[in-house]
């Protein structure tokens, strides 16, 4: 009988929406790069070709895109248990903690056990982060929005006082751990090398893979396990979930040790991939970036992925705008990617009133 | 005379639903005029084109001779059209009168709109017997007075014609009665009252004039006076039904549920079950009349476990079950149909094949391990769907797609399915259009002769009486008395008000 208003066929979902909301944002940030004086044409041919212009440009996009994948499906597996884990910084940066204590720690083992232990590691520290609020938001009631965002202070905080106090090498000036060296993810540079191929020096490391897994694991998790049944039916209705013998509260504990592990993995990109030593502030607000990533690919782990690489394209594309282009500086691109966020996230909803009596007759 | 309202070759389609085709009505000023129709055969669509939440694809509105567009609800209220719906349009925390002027302030201050809206419900009150407290907090009254409320809302707003979308499906008897004499008044004083309902007796009982719709189609307008309840319904379904479950005598074998001085607090430490011992044996239905809001959803979810009692005994074939929760419930062979399908029977964001393994998602079948297989799930939804003739049988459309009559038999598909010992059913045909209660009814009685137990709850005192051997009758959260199915109507209704009346 009554079908919810403006059912749409899916492909129109899946492709003409975001496609259209992208065309949208573009428009928009054009605008922006005329006001500024800029040439808008120029700017995306820039920021495109800085992008995915080059075997460069795809490194850099591809290594953000892990990081975001990440801490996309971090805020994804949460939003299908019915939470909103705005953690993730904290969670990766707490899981950094696990990747200094066993690269570090551990560094006398062979490279095959040290890093598959530094791994586990990161998902545990970042885990056992998001653990306490969970606890919290199960047991107690307290609000899991306001507990993980007191978590990544507290997270901030307590990773300075750790590096300066502990890891930093005495006599060193610079905030930082000494250098991992065993427990290192290879770089696709080295990859390369051992293919006789070479590539150029990106940051884009092995953890990539890690990244595909995880999504792909994702998806298995939530759609043929039981336990992905539980968390997306505490997720979509409580009150049938408990009808149905689910306790909410075990669930929503097991979905943030889930989010957390994922968020912590985003320090082996970082740590283990990239920087191979514990620094400050390494996580750069890519646990909040996941929060968007995570919207526009609808908490799907395929959907994430590919809103992860937009971000990816934006972040590298926008650098190399920012350095051909001295008027469009570094805070002009993070407008630009604001306005991704809100035409794609906040607004994604907000044209199909006007595209449903276009394809709903057609179908009629 | 002219009429209030003219529907003029109303069409409408959903995607690939024609949910009304061509519907010519026309309604007579002064009159109430009852639609009545499954689930699903467009009268909701139909009222929806007329308060303005749809807009037709083709025909024409007409309201007291004139043509009317109508966009939206703001469009209806100002030509007077007013709608009673079925979920109740309520700001809780307010009161009855912030309530009643609420989107009509008239103005920044809402001082001088509240004077005039407490002087003009009591001139409802005195006209209509539409008495409210004006300063009660709405959220605290009964679903009567609630009702009552957003009547007076529409009233209030200058509503000509009042549309009341299945009204009486949350009051009791004597609610519906007042109810009732409400709309007589309102009739007497020229207000037009549409009435939608699944209820053939209530159209009989109220209405001048009846239309009929089927599949989207208006079949028949008709003098309530010249139709009878067997003519209604056979246009409705297309076929003779038997409105009364033929039944034979019960076979009670051994007490299978025995309950002990069971005591159930809510949350404000109320008791809302207080003292309540009964048994229910295999073979036999025991019903479980009252008012609703008199303690029976609380008895029913603590007998599957998901409310724990603070006091007595609830004994599954000699397990306690007092401390158990819904899963082990569940594993001592309990089912539970849920008085609320859409609040706790299914899950609508899932498609039909989740929601028909909600609660029995850990059955070893269903994949190995940790596994949840696809295969087995979907083959599980297709064979209780051709068992219970769920239309569409599809397991992959959405749960929320399918109309009330086709979740409930999703969700008694899922708990008769696997074989329960005891099976605990809270409202089994509320929603449901006539066809598939008389399917659901025969299900029951089936199980029944199969030697299950069933505990019924339901507050149509029709079905608790057609389907029941026994019948409990809860008031207050206490059993007012047990009575076989032979006593009649106002003995019932007087227990379910709270007057015990013993046969002398």
């Known amino acids: 009988m009554a079908s919810p208003r403006g059912e749409l066929p899916a492909w129109v979902d899946i492709a003409v929406i975001p496609l259209l909301n992208l065309t949208l944002a573009l428009l928009v940030a054009g605008l922006v790069v005329i006001v500024i004086g800029e040439s808008p044409l120029e700017a995306l041919g820039i920021l495109l070709n800085g992008a995915v212009g080059s075997l460069k440009g795809w490194g850099y996009l591809l290594y953000y895109a892990t990081n975001f994948t990440f801490t996309g499906l971090a805020v994804a597996v949460a939003f299908h248990a019915g939470l909103f884990n705005i953690g993730g910084e904290g969670q990766i940066y707490i899981a950094g903690l696990g990747a200094g204590v066993v690269g570090l720690g551990l560094s006398i083992l062979p490279w095959p056990l040290v890093l598959p232990l530094a791994i586990l590691a990161c998902m545990a520290f970042g885990a056992g982060w998001a653990f306490i609020p969970a606890y919290l938001q199960a047991k107690r009631g307290s609000h899991i929005v306001i507990t993980t965002i007191m978590f990544n202070y507290i997270a901030a905080s307590l990773m300075v006082y750790v590096i300066i106090n502990v890891f930093r090498p005495v006599g060193r000036m610079a905030v930082e751990s000494r250098e991992i060296t065993s427990a290192v993810m290879p770089s696709f540079r080295e990859i390369g090398l051992w293919l006789g191929i070479k590539l150029p020096n990106t940051p884009l490391n092995a953890t990539v893979f890690l990244a595909v897994i995880a999504a792909w694991g994702l998806w298995y998790l939530l759609w043929r396990t039981r336990l992905g049944y539980e968390i997306r039916t505490v997720g979509a209705n409580v009150d049938a979930a408990i009808y149905a013998g689910i306790r909410p509260s075990r669930i929503i504990i097991i979905a943030m040790l889930i989010s957390g592990g994922l968020a912590g993995l985003m320090a082996v990109n970082e740590i283990l991939g990239v920087q191979h030593r514990l620094v400050l502030e390494f996580a750069g607000g890519a646990g909040f970036v996941g929060i968007a990533v995570a919207l526009m690919g609808r908490s799907h782990p395929v959907g994430v992925v590919l809103a992860a690489m937009l971000f990816g394209l934006l972040y590298q594309g926008g650098t190399e705008l920012s350095f051909a282009k001295p008027a469009i500086t570094r805070e002009m691109i993070v407008v630009i990617q604001g306005l991704v966020i809100l035409f794609m996230g906040a607004l994604e909803q907000a044209f199909r009133p006007w595209l449903a009596p276009l394809f709903v007759r057609q179908e009629a | ?504």
């Open chain 2, 1 to 504: 005379m002219t009429p209030a309202i003219e529907l003029i070759g109303i069409d409408k389609r959903f995607g690939s639903v024609h949910a009304n085709k061509n519907v010519t009505l026309s309604i007579g000023k002064g009159s109430i005029h009852g639609i009545v129709g499954e689930n699903g055969a467009g009268k909701s669509t139909l009222m929806s084109i007329l308060f303005g939440f749809y807009t037709a694809d083709k025909g024409d509105i007409r309201v007291a001779g004139r043509a009317a567009r109508v966009k939206s609800s703001a469009d209806a209220i100002a030509h007077g059209i007013g709608m009673v719906h079925q979920h109740f349009m309520l700001v809780e925390p307010f009161t009855v009168l912030e309530n009643v002027v609420l989107g009509a302030e008239n103005g920044v201050l809402i001082g001088p709109a509240l004077t005039k809206a407490r002087s003009e419900l009591e001139r409802l009150a005195r006209d209509y017997e539409l008495d409210v407290d004006p300063d009660a907090i709405v959220g605290s009254l009964p679903v009567g007075l609630q009702q009552r409320v957003e009547i007076l809302k529409a009233l209030f707003r200058g509503a000509e014609v009042l549309i009341l979308d299945e009204p009486t499906g949350v009051l009791t008897p004597n609610e519906a009665d007042h109810l009732f004499r409400i709309l007589g008044q309102l009739k007497d004083q020229g207000k037009t009252v549409i009435l939608i309902t699944h209820k053939l007796r209530e159209i009989m009982a109220a209405t001048d004039h009846v239309s009929v719709m089927r599949r989207g189609e208006l079949l028949a307008t008709k003098r309530t006076a010249d139709t009878t309840i067997e003519e209604l319904a056979e246009l409705m379904v297309g076929r003779r039904v038997l409105l009364r479950v033929k039944k034979g005598p019960a076979k009670p074998g051994k007490v299978v549920l025995n309950v002990e001085n069971l005591i159930v607090k809510d949350r404000q430490d109320v008791a809302r079950v207080n003292n309540i011992s009964f048994n229910v044996r295999e073979g036999e239905i025991v019903g479980i009349a009252g008012v609703s809001g008199n303690g029976q959803s609380e008895l029913l979810e603590a007998i599957a476990g998901i409310q724990k009692p603070a006091s007595g005994r609830i004994m599954l074939e000699g397990h306690d079950l007092a401390a158990s929760d819904p899963a082990e419930a569940r594993r001592l062979g309990i089912a539970h149909v849920p008085e609320n399908r859409q609040h706790r029977g299914l899950v609508t964001s899932f498609d039909a094949s989740e929601s028909a393994i909600l609660g029995w998602h850990n059955d070893p079948e269903l994949g190995r391990g940790f596994r949840l297989d696809r295969v087995p799930v979907i083959a599980r939804c297709k064979q209780g769907m051709a068992e219970f003739d769920v239309r569409p049988a599809d397991p992959l459309l959405l749960s929320a797609k399918f109309s009330g009559g086709n979740q409930q038999k999703i969700i008694l598909a899922r708990e008769i399915g696997r074989d329960p010992k005891l099976l605990i059913v809270g409202q089994p045909t509320r929603g449901v259009d006539i066809g598939a209660v008389e399917f659901i009814h025969r299900r029951l009685i089936e199980l029944r002769d199969q030697g299950k137990a069933i505990v019924l709850v339901s507050v149509e005192l029709d079905e608790i009486r057609s389907l029941s051997d026994r019948i409990l009758v809860m008031f207050d959260g206490a059993i007012m008395g047990e009575r076989d199915v032979l006593t009649d109507e106002r003995e019932l209704g007087c227990l379910m008000a709270g007057v015990i009346r013993e046969a002398a």
